[in-house]
């Protein structure tokens, strides 16, 4: 037995106990087992200031106290090589690596890698170790916080706890599986800026066996480039058994073939600093995803999550719809009871509100302050006007004051997430329509007044004011007055809203009066042939002429009418007398009322 750094302390085929007495062996060298039986009991402490390593078949250590290996000259690592069995309860404190490469049984124990430089759990011949309990600590950092699984995967046992405090567990490509279903059996650092991690390449990640319908937690995260903690929770629909993986891309998803430029049509964009790998490995219960990340180092606020190549190929879908929550240090986007597994990435993004509702009324060219108004779910709002048409108030709202232009042309809106993700536009055409220019003339006959419109331009509608208190909507309306005086004539022309008027004042200066003939000669010699009632000013007209037996003949309510001595169906009547019955009242009331005779005669 030779004690130096060169010549390894070696046990060889004697049986070796150390006792609840403090054993050390302390020389800068590796404690070689050869072939040896080793027992520490409970309460022992092992220091080894150098390595161990358990070679042969018949190498047999079991700790059930405490094993020190510490990296002092010679690294201290744990090599298990050559058939050798390391087994027991107790605790090992390995200051380097872990070599695993014969069996390690578990049983209760607790390994706690402890070094200050970077430490790597791997094996010569692919052994996978399962640990009990695993424990990382150290104040190494940068590459000297990791601990590496280097070319094999690693376990936490049905039992063990997976404590991972401010260290990052690299799993490379490889797998760590936490086979202890309990919701407890990983535990970490959370606080900022010294998160503890676990960090995986492609085809690597995070593995826990899951038996609740709880939260389960995935601390993952990165050191490549940028350094990243952001977890993800899954949290399974029943207490059936599953085994859920999970790791982070802690980079652009295009690099691993995942474009964040191929979105379905529901999203305006992806995340572009990472993504996650989420697989349900055993079992078929649905799970609610959640994934956080920081609002103010990655990009502002998301609000739904995205999975690459399904149900659409080669795309990222929208997953539906999901709870949003803000929080100090992190956001949270969850999609409750998730289904489909079938493909790995998920991503933060933003989805597109749906299109606002726009209807457009037509407007006068060269006009301002006109209204419109979209209705939508979305924060804000964001208008495009026509070319000639400007936004003079409302901007970002959802009602807006434009003042317009000459030409008609096209308005779009669209609403904007919290998030800041547009939808898709809605839009209308908006009819600029020219104003007329009002104008007309008038000419009268006695109080009655008759009105030309001259206005240029389309006129769609007219709306006279006589000044009395009557009205018109006729384009060329007459109106007959109630007497003298000065009058106040309005017209309001419009194309389609576009309005446009002229006032006018006009005197009346009229007379009332009627002057009844008492004989006319409807001969056809264009002289007297016509029985007509002279008369200016009517408001109230109507006349009876009836023959000596007292049949009506005649009839008018027509002040301007004329009669030629015919009968209603146009028969010719015979010379004679004939008898009327007026009632006449003017626009100043006076009552023009009388009864009389006529004289008809024909000459024939």
Not at 84 to 103: C, I, K, L, P, R
Not at 306 to 332: E, H, K, L, R, Y
Not at 516 to 544: C, H, K, M, R
């Amino acid at each position: 037995m030779k004690n130096s750094p060169l010549n390894p302390f070696k046990f060889f085929t004697v049986a070796m106990l150390f006792g609840s007495s403090y054993s050390v062996l302390n020389a800068q060298t590796i404690l070689f087992n050869n072939g040896a039986s080793i027992f520490a009991s409970t309460g022992s402490v092992i220091q080894v200031n150098g390595g161990l390593q358990n070679d042969g078949a018949t190498a047999v250590f079991e700790n059930n106290g405490t094993v020190t290996v510490s990296n002092s000259v010679t690294p201290g690592t744990v090599f298990l090589t050559n058939g050798s069995t390391m087994q027991g309860n107790g605790q090992y404190f390995v200051e380097q690596d872990w070599s695993n490469s014969a069996t390690f049984n578990a049983g209760a124990s607790t390994v706690t890698l402890d070094g200050d430089l970077q430490q790597f759990i791997t094996s010569t011949n692919a052994t996978v170790t399962t640990f009990n309990n695993l424990t990382l600590t150290g104040t190494g950092t940068g590459n000297d916080r990791k601990k590496t699984l280097q070319g094999v995967n690693a376990n936490v046992g049905t039992n063990g706890v997976l404590t991972i405090n401010d260290r990052e567990l690299e799993t490379l490509t490889n797998t760590f599986f936490v086979l202890n279903p309990a919701t407890t059996a990983v535990t970490n650092s959370t606080t900022v800026g010294s998160e503890g991690f676990v960090s995986s390449s492609v085809g690597g990640s995070l593995s826990r066996a899951t038996n609740s319908a709880a939260m389960y937690r995935f601390p993952t995260g990165s050191s490549v480039g940028t350094t990243r903690y952001r977890p993800v929770q899954l949290t399974p629909a029943t207490a059936a058994a599953n085994v859920f993986n999970a790791r982070l891309g802690n980079n652009n998803a295009t690099v691993d073939g995942f474009s964040t430029t191929a979105l379905d049509t529901t999203m305006c964009s992806v995340l572009s600093l990472f993504y996650h790998q989420i697989n349900r490995t055993a079992g078929t219960d649905n799970a609610s995803i959640d994934v956080f990340y920081s609002q103010a180092s990655d990009n502002g606020l998301w609000d739904a999550l995205a999975q690459f190549n399904t149900p659409t190929a080669a795309i990222w879908n929208n997953m539906g719809a999901v709870t949003n929550t803000s929080a100090v240090p992190f956001n949270d986007v969850l999609k409750v009871n998730w289904s489909d597994f079938s493909n790995s990435p998920y991503i933060l993004a933003r989805v597109k509100p749906a299109m606002p509702v726009l209807a457009c009324n037509d407007v006068c060219a060269n006009s301002t302050g006109n209204n419109f108004t979209a209705t939508g779910t979305g924060a804000s709002f964001t208008w495009t006007a026509p070319a000639g048409a400007t936004i003079s108030s409302g901007q970002g709202t959802n009602s807006v004051d434009i003042d317009w232009g000459a030409s008609s042309g096209t308005l779009s809106v669209t609403t904007n997430s919290a998030a800041g993700c547009a939808s898709n536009p809605a839009s209308c055409s908006v009819t600029a329509n020219v104003t007329p220019v009002a104008s007309f003339d008038t000419t009268s006959a006695g109080f009655t007044y008759n009105f030309t419109d001259l206005s240029t331009g389309t006129v769609t509608s007219w709306a006279w004011d006589f000044g009395d208190g009557s009205s018109s909507g006729a384009q060329n309306p007459s109106h007959t007055y109630t007497g003298n005086g000065v009058q106040t004539v309005c017209l309001v022309v419009s194309n389609n809203g576009c309005a446009d008027s002229v006032c006018r004042s006009i005197v009346i200066d009229a007379t009332d009066f009627i002057n009844i003939p008492n004989v006319f000669t409807p001969d056809g010699d264009g002289v007297n042939d016509l029985f007509y009632i002279d008369n200016s000013g009517l408001a109230e007209y109507q006349i009876d002429i009836y023959n000596r037996w007292g049949v009506k003949v005649f009839s008018s309510q027509t002040p301007d009418e004329k009669w030629d001595g015919t009968t209603t169906a146009g028969v010719p009547l015979n010379d004679g007398t004939y008898y009327y019955i007026l009632k006449a009242v003017s626009v100043t009331t006076k009552d023009y009322s009388t009864k009389g005779y006529i004289h008809f005669i024909s000459n024939n």
